[in-house]
Every structure is written in C-alpha cells, then in structure tokens.
C-alpha cells in the first residue's frame, strides 16, 4: 500500500505555505502543529489517516478526509 497523496496538498500557514505528500506527513501536520479547527472533518481525518496507515482504509480516502479537513479550517491552499 502507498502511502504517497496521488496530489500534495498544498496548506496556507502564517510561516508560508507547506506541501504535505504523505500519511505521516498529514498526521503529524494535525497531531504536532496547532491546527486551528478542531470540528467533524478534523477528527474524521485524524480517523482515516490512522486506518490508512495500519493498511484498513485507503490513502485515497484519508487524502480526502485531509483535504476537507484542511477546507474546514480554511487552511487549503488552491
């Protein structure tokens, strides 16, 4: 299984713009940064990431999730 996003996502942040690639990436984008909602797609996310990485749902929906995740924090950068 990849755990390579098929797109980066591309995230608007104060220091500049980060390109995150990957499962570990986007999890430790949520986990160690402060993110700045913590609503539904969130945690969502979060869930998804964790199944994807132990090989129980897919990258392509975890890349998903993260992606809504980052719109709902108004952090995607288009």
Known sequence: ??????????????????????????????????????GYRYEEALAAIALAIDGKRSTADAERAFRAAAVEAGLLRG
Do not use: N
């Open 1 to 38: 299984m990849s755990v390579i996003f098929s797109e980066p996502v591309r995230l608007k942040l104060a220091g500049g713009v980060r390109t995150i690639s990957s499962l570990y990436g986007a999890e430790q984008m949520m986990v160690d940064i402060a993110w700045p909602t913590h």
